[in-house]
């Protein structure tokens, strides 16, 4: 009997479709691997016949949806193993509001294996998270689809001819239609216009019928489809009541003239058409605004050429890009523009990066000097070999970072998604409450049904979804010409808050070259202590020996030849130079040579007080100290004038760095650093900036540039990178900065400042034409033709106000709060 019931129980959820999906899983070793997996996947509610394969790295399973397949790569992280991701990006087309937005959110999220779905109605993107092996484009293309949008793959903007390819227009998108409009809806309107002025003079209801129908059923055409699209879907949009309020006060009119007879009635064809009129006009220039918001993306695009000009067996050919390989040596004429991103190996010239890294004055270029494809080439013929295409340059890097950063969304938008999803039904509500209150209480339905009409007319969600995206890709795009590149929405949002910002030292604040900053000789004759440090150092690569052979070239000290040169493990170098034994290295060196310091001693001291490293040049046979040379890592130009900049503005400025306490304190000193952590580890740094934050009362950004930093670049509320340092520093920040210049810290916080501010003054007008407008349009003082023109207009306003962040630049920064 209970296996009986047990079967009838059961037969329901066998009874249920299974789909098969192939999951990769990234992680297993071995067969134990194999069934740790397998045992964590058949855990899963609604995930049947699990089969993992160690060779193909694959997991085959039946999952009931995708909520299970969702639970099923949660399943395989929590086990220790992951199921990668994939990003795909899509244009959609059609949306016009906020709720809009929502539906293609709704649609994207529901296809199985979708993991995160994020709408931007700015750019009119989709970037969808997916379980690698699961949804594929063609898939996500089609729920977008059913849920009434077009779809269609991103374009590549970084390939080669698709930097500036037009946006899809055609004529009902251009002006002409909203020309057309105007038109014919002017005769209808210029009546109420001449009343103002004592003349009073109205057209043949007939007549009024003839010019607002076309206006209402071809160039309002629009409105129908998509709302009844939306309606099909079961949501609502902008659309949807601009299509249902127009309708009534067309369909009004036309009751009424049918009922007049001879006599004249009150009709309010002109309300339809303007409202129709005004509403194209007002989407034609938001959609011409939104295109100047994007320009960031097409200039950075357009600076990859289609060619380039290739020797090969010392013969040029000019081939396209798509042809270049890496390790191929391109040659770039005087004016051109650098293709890709190479190393210099023949000739001397200047080039104009500014496009790139923000910086005005040309760089020097010469044999071992980095080019970066989409520069222009200034006076001199280069030859460079190619060290990287496609989408490996920084340029293709760069376009994909503010890319992301323009499609993400900022966490103030979350609101304003609940509050869209919502907003439709809401307003459909009032209009009803609307039209049966005035109706009931007044008994002129006609007057409760323009009302409603104005209700539904000025409460456009168009705005809402505007505000926050356009001001993000006004602001990343701002920042990326002064050479700040933001990673994400989420950065930009919070950099504005940041009370603390610390710094490593090296690379950082300093130049991360050690040069030579002291040189004293025993007997007065520095140019020979010079020439014998150089003689010794000629064949080292060490970044010190670097350093005196470069000072000695600087100042024309011929180096002798020195023989027998070798190195002393841990302690410093040796060699003869001129038939004399010399050794230099540590303090630890002179004092085992039992040399005395004698007067240099005191020089020695002040120097190690400072931070300086410090070597000694030794006559090891007469045990003899013949002079002494400090080195130190100079700061960087304008780093004291970035701190300074930082505190002006009431920003705690720290350095953690793993330098002795001498070093940091005179670095601390010199730049006016408030606090200084000295000989911080750098696995230990991440655990300082998480300290710094002090329980949330504090938001603190880092600033480093090499792999150690990574850790606290990711530990920090918002993590800053320079590009002259490593990959990983940049992979772990939020904010990348193209120079290497403290100043640009203060520009981005800057930066983020105004974006913010942006934000917050776009929703303040998104939100106020709808609080002040449907209380008006409610109590029956708002004409529909008026509230046509402040919905167009407030989409407009939002789009126009981002815009003004086109005219931020670093020379006119004032404050970074």
């Not at 216009?193 to 007549?207: D, K, S, T």
């Not at 939104?290 to 320009?295: E, G, L, M, P, S």
């Not at 931070?611 to 130190?632: E, I, K, M, N």
């Not at 670049?713 to 990348?736: N, Q, R």
Request: one cysteine or more.
């Amino acid at each position: 009997m209970s296996t009986s019931a047990s079967t009838l129980q059961s037969a329901p959820a066998a009874a249920e479709p299974l789909a098969e999906w192939r999951l990769p899983v990234e992680g297993m070793t071995c067969a134990s691997c194999v069934r740790r997996v397998e045992t964590a996947l058949a855990k899963v509610p609604g995930v049947q016949d699990v089969a993992v394969n160690l060779a193909t790295e694959q997991a085959t399973l039946h999952a009931r949806d995708g909520a299970a397949l969702a639970a099923a790569a949660q399943a395989v992280a929590d086990a220790g193993y992951d199921v990668p991701r994939d990003e795909v990006e899509l244009d959609i087309a059609d949306m016009t509001c906020a709720s809009c937005v929502g539906r293609v959110e709704r649609a994207l999220s529901a296809v199985p294996g979708v993991q995160a779905a994020q709408v931007n109605l700015a750019t009119e993107r989709a970037t969808v998270t997916v379980l690698r092996g699961t949804a594929d484009v063609a898939q996500l293309a089609a729920a977008v689809t059913r849920a009434g949008y077009g779809a269609r793959p991103v374009v590549d903007p970084a390939a080669p001819g698709q930097g500036e390819a037009p946006a899809r227009v055609d004529f009902w998108s251009g002006p002409w239609p909203v020309g057309i409009a105007a038109a014919l809806s002017l005769p209808l309107v210029a009546p109420m216009v001449l009343a103002w002025f004592g003349i009073h003079a109205m057209l043949p209801g007939w007549v009024q019928w003839v010019l607002a129908t076309p206006v209402q059923f071809v160039f309002g055409w629009r409105f129908y489809k998509a709302g009844y699209k939306a309606v099909r879907a079961g949501a609502g949009n902008m659309d949807l009541l601009v299509a249902l309020g127009t309708s009534a006060a067309y369909a009004l009119s036309v009751w009424q003239l049918l009922q007049a007879g001879d006599a004249m009635p009150h009709l309010y064809f002109e309300s339809a058409a303007v409202v129709i009129t005004l509403v194209r006009l007002g989407k034609w220039l938001e959609v011409r605004a939104k295109r100047q918001t994007a320009d960031a993306i097409r200039a950075l695009a357009a600076l990859r050429p289609d060619t380039a000009r290739v020797r090969r067996d010392g013969v040029e050919h000019t081939v396209p890009m798509a042809d270049v390989r890496v390790g191929d040596a391109i040659v770039v004429r005087p004016g051109e523009r650098i293709p890709v991103d190479a190393e210099v190996v023949e000739g001397t010239s200047h080039a104009d990066e500014s496009m790139l890294t923000g910086e005005s004055v040309p760089v020097p270029k010469q044999p071992g000097d980095r080019l970066t494809g989409g520069a222009i080439n200034f006076e001199g013929l280069l030859v460079a070999r190619t060290v990287a295409v496609g989408a490996e340059t920084v340029l293709a890097r760069i376009i994909r970072m503010v890319e992301h950063a323009q499609a993400a969304k900022a966490p103030i938008q979350r609101m304003v998604d609940r509050v869209s999803a919502v907003f439709v039904p809401v307003v459909l509500g009032i209009a009803l409450v609307t039209l049966l209150g005035w109706g009931v209480v007044a008994g002129d339905w006609s007057q409760a049904l323009l009302n409603a009409v104005a209700v539904l007319v000025i409460a456009c969600p168009c705005a809402l979804g505007l505000a926050t995206p356009t001001a993000i890709m006004a602001g990343t795009g701002a920042g990326a010409r002064a050479g700040i590149l933001i990673k994400d929405a989420e950065a930009l949002e919070v950099a504005h808050r940041v009370s603390v910002v610390a710094f490593d030292k090296t690379g950082t604040l300093t130049v991360g070259k050690p040069e030579v900053v002291a040189l004293h000789a025993a007997d007065g004759d520095e140019a020979g202590l010079l020439a014998r440090l150089a003689a010794l150092q000629a064949g080292s690569e060490h970044p010190l020996a670097r350093a005196v052979v470069a000072l000695a070239a600087a100042r024309g000290v011929a180096a002798p030849v020195a023989s027998d040169v070798r190195a002393l493990p841990g302690r410093g170098i040796a060699g003869i130079v001129d038939g004399q034994p010399l050794q230099l290295g540590s303090e630890a060196l002179r004092v085992s040579l039992d040399a005395p310091a004698g007067p240099l001693q005191a020089q020695a001291d002040r120097l190690r007080g400072e931070g300086r490293t410090v070597s000694w040049l030794v006559d090891p046979a007469r045990h003899v100290v013949l002079g002494l040379v400090a080195f130190g890592d100079a700061l960087k130009p304008g780093a004291a004038a970035a701190i300074a900049r930082l505190r002006a503005a009431g920003i705690h400025t720290v350095m953690l760095t793993g330098d002795n306490a001498g070093a940091a304190a005179h670095v601390a000193q010199a730049l006016g650093l408030d606090d200084v952590q000295a000989e911080v580890l750098p696995q230990d740094k991440a655990a300082r900036v998480t300290a710094l934050r002090r329980d949330g009362a504090a938001v603190v950004a880092m600033v480093g540039d090499g792999i150690n930093d990574a850790p606290a670049l990711a530990a920090a509320d918002v993590g800053i990178a320079m590009s002259t340092g490593t990959d990983v520093a940049m992979h772990a920040a939020g904010i990348t900065l193209m120079r290497g210049d403290p100043a640009l810290v203060a520009d981005a916080l800057a930066v983020s400042h105004r974006t913010v501010r942006k934000i917050r003054q776009n929703l303040f007008w998104a939100f106020i034409y709808n609080v002040i407008g449907i209380p008006l349009a409610v109590a029956g003082l708002l004409n529909p033709v008026v509230a046509g023109a402040a919905m167009a207009f407030s989409s407009v306003s939002v789009v126009g106000n981002a815009l003004l962040l086109r005219r931020w630049h670093p020379a006119d920064t004032r404050e970074t709060r």
